[in-house]
């Protein structure tokens, strides 16, 4: 017995299913809906209201300014005037030199973490892992305070030992204190982006290096010919986070300024912007500052991105 189908019936079957998933399912919405709604009210509400307070500006009427202060539309004037503040787009550049050398010195010592990790044995690898972890779970505050011990002088064993040496280094001296802060940085967060790469290594399937083994490849062309160039995504992801805590750099440089001198209320962009805020009483201008700062974040990172996947397609 056959049977058949008429044409004008399948067609109809196909364009409904069509329109079946079209449709949006409300069961993924319902999963979406929360995490929109804290989306909304913890990113997209916060920086519309900053970008709302740095179009204003507190105006004084009567003889010399002396009357009864009022807020009024400022437009572009508070990006201009901290666009004309020397120090404030000089902090742009120091934090650019920060990230230009901590950046990849901090993956470069994660990446061979991972790489060396995935090495040892499974009995030691956790054990490894939880301890080269473990500076990340330490606030930035109190890292800071850790590091500030062995920083300043007379206090330090390190400047002691090193001053017993004939050497008299001065880690929070004007041309150092930025190195110090790296370190700190670096000691820090080298851990966390250890474990995102080293995520990604597990994912890597087991056929790839029982073939390279096959082949003849030794632990160095294992590491570099099939490791490295799988483990890229990771390093991708790794590196956009750090460029945006780059910008963001505050809490370090925050604390050693009680010990550290070349530390200015101006010295990143984050830092002045806080600074304009709670000790100068000037939010609007701060709210602009830090509209700035997420600008060039936002730049910074869709930049890199959009370069790492264009060499992509091109290598394709």
Same mark, same amino acid.
């Given at each position: !017995?056959?049977?058949?189908?008429?044409? /004008?019936?399948?067609?109809?079957?196909? $364009?409904?299913?069509?329109?079946?998933?079209?449709?949006?399912?409300?069961?993924?919405?319902?999963?979406?809906?929360? +995490?929109?709604?804290?989306?909304?009210? &913890? !990113?997209?509400?916060?920086?519309?209201?900053?970008?709302? =307070?740095? !179009? #204003?500006?507190?105006?004084?009427? /009567?003889?010399?300014?002396?009357?009864?202060?009022?807020?009024?539309?400022?437009?572009?004037?508070?990006?201009?005037?901290?666009?004309? @503040?020397?120090?404030?787009?000089? /902090?742009?550049?120091?934090?650019?030199? +920060?990230?230009?050398?901590?950046?990849?010195?901090?993956?470069?010592?994660?990446?061979?973490?991972?790489?060396?990790?995935?090495?040892?044995?499974?009995?030691?690898?956790?054990?490894?892992?939880?301890?080269? +972890?473990?500076?990340?779970?330490?606030?930035?505050?109190?890292?800071?305070?850790?590091?500030?011990?062995?920083?300043?002088?007379?206090?330090?064993?390190?400047?002691?030992?090193?001053?017993?040496?004939?050497?008299?280094?001065?880690?929070? /001296?004007?041309?150092?204190?930025?190195?110090?802060?790296?370190?700190? *940085?670096?000691? =820090?967060?080298?851990?966390?982006? !250890?474990?995102?790469?080293?995520?990604?290594? %597990? $994912?890597?399937?087991?056929?790839?290096?029982? $073939?390279?083994?096959?082949?003849?490849?030794?632990?160095? @062309?294992?590491?570099?010919?099939?490791?490295?160039?799988?483990?890229?995504?990771?390093? *991708?992801?790794?590196? *956009?986070?750090?460029?945006?805590?780059?910008?963001?750099?505050?809490?370090?440089? #925050?604390?050693? %300024?009680? *010990?550290?001198?070349?530390?200015?209320?101006?010295?990143?962009?984050?830092?002045?912007?806080? +600074?304009?805020?709670?000790?100068?009483?000037?939010?609007?201008?701060?709210? &602009?500052?830090?509209?700035?700062?997420?600008?060039?974040?936002?730049?910074?990172?869709?930049?890199?991105?959009?370069?790492?996947?264009?060499?992509?397609?091109?290598?394709?």
């Amino acid at each position: !017995m056959s049977t058949s189908v008429q044409p /004008g019936r399948a067609r109809s079957g196909k $364009a409904a299913r069509g329109r079946r998933r079209g449709r949006p399912d409300r069961k993924a919405w319902a999963f979406l809906g929360p +995490f929109l709604a804290l989306y909304l009210f &913890a !990113m997209v509400v916060p920086v519309l209201y900053a970008v709302y =307070q740095s !179009m #204003l500006k507190v105006e004084r009427s /009567g003889p010399m300014g002396l009357g009864e202060p009022s807020v009024g539309f400022a437009g572009f004037e508070n990006y201009s005037l901290a666009l004309h @503040q020397e120090t404030f787009v000089e /902090g742009f550049g120091r934090v650019l030199l +920060f990230g230009i050398v901590q950046v990849p010195v901090m993956l470069v010592l994660a990446l061979v973490l991972a790489l060396l990790l995935d090495q040892v044995s499974h009995r030691w690898a956790g054990l490894l892992r939880a301890t080269y +972890f473990l500076p990340y779970g330490i606030p930035g505050v109190i890292a800071t305070i850790l590091w500030g011990f062995l920083y300043v002088p007379g206090v330090s064993p390190v400047t002691s030992v090193l001053g017993d040496l004939g050497f008299q280094p001065d880690f929070l /001296g004007y041309d150092n204190v930025l190195w110090s802060v790296a370190n700190i *940085v670096v000691w =820090q967060f080298a851990g966390y982006n !250890m474990l995102i790469i080293i995520a990604q290594l %597990k $994912a890597v399937p087991q056929e790839l290096y029982e $073939a390279a083994r096959i082949d003849g490849a030794g632990p160095w @062309q294992t590491a570099l010919r099939i490791k490295l160039p799988l483990v890229r995504p990771a390093l *991708v992801l790794t590196t *956009v986070f750090s460029i945006i805590g780059t910008m963001q750099l505050f809490a370090e440089p #925050l604390v050693l %300024k009680k *010990v550290a001198p070349a530390v200015t209320t101006d010295y990143t962009p984050n830092l002045s912007a806080y +600074f304009d805020a709670f000790a100068n009483a000037n939010l609007y201008l701060a709210a &602009a500052k830090s509209v700035i700062l997420a600008v060039v974040a936002m730049v910074l990172s869709f930049g890199f991105l959009s370069l790492v996947t264009r060499k992509q397609r091109s290598e394709r």
